[in-house]
């Protein structure tokens, strides 16, 4: 999915300008999802009858775009128009917060079939990013956060392996049964090593691998760029 949108990223920069296309994109894009999701339930049997389509339904590329116009929208709403001065200035920021924290915790436990999950949880983070962007403090926007910012790309190519370790000892599935309360505990919990260890591993290959990778890779390009033109 990742890669297949990297191969769209120059159609898109051509194509979107300013919110407004960004928006009519994303509104095209939903609608093709929400119908190719319908044939997929209808007609994957043909192509896959030994399997549930599910996994396909939630992960194919259709499905994920809007994720990423969502993005792309987030970036005209902050960059080119300032919404988060407006949101700041009209006292809306502290409501959007109160709103989050409650359908963090609760909405998670609803059966929802009409918003796919990437949708929701990427809803919730413009607007949460929304919300950083406002309020403008340290509360979120600390050498810690910033710090976990610079190493990302890092922890995001390490955290699937970082997962799967530390699912090790503390599997998932031992929790089925449990109250939801129990549940959120257990996953907390898991949550918060799986992301200081890939944060301490994160932040080795950053300064051994990546750092050195993009200087490498700068010096290809310069030398590239220096050569005469024939």
Not at 17 to 29: D, G, P, T
Not at 43 to 50: E, K, S
């Amino acid at each position: 999915v990742e890669v297949t949108f990297y191969l769209l990223v120059p159609w898109l920069f051509l194509w979107i300008k300013n919110l407004r296309m960004a928006l009519w994109v994303l509104i095209a894009v939903v609608i093709l999802a929400l119908i190719f999701d319908r044939l997929i339930a209808s007609y994957a049997y043909l192509v896959f009858p030994d399997h549930s389509p599910r996994s396909f339904r939630e992960f194919n590329f259709v499905r994920q775009l809007p994720v990423f116009l969502m993005g792309v929208s987030l970036y005209f709403l902050l960059a080119k128009h300032n919404l988060e001065k407006w949101l700041a200035d009209n006292n809306y920021t502290y409501m959007m917060l109160v709103v989050l924290l409650l359908a963090f915790v609760f909405l998670p436990y609803t059966d929802n079939v009409y918003i796919p999950t990437s949708w929701f949880y990427s809803i919730m983070f413009v607007l949460f990013s929304l919300v950083i962007a406002g309020l403008n403090g340290r509360a979120f926007v600390n050498p810690v956060i910033c710090g976990l910012g610079k190493i990302s790309f890092s922890g995001y190519i390490s955290h699937f392996f970082i997962v799967d370790v530390v699912a090790l000892y503390f599997p998932l599935d031992e929790m089925r049964g449990f109250s939801e309360f129990s549940v959120t505990l257990y996953v907390l919990v898991f949550i918060f090593i799986a992301v200081l260890v890939t944060a301490l591993f994160s932040t080795v290959t950053y300064k051994y691998i990546e750092r050195p990778g993009i200087a490498l890779g700068n010096t290809i390009i310069g030398a590239l760029e220096r050569r005469p033109r024939v």
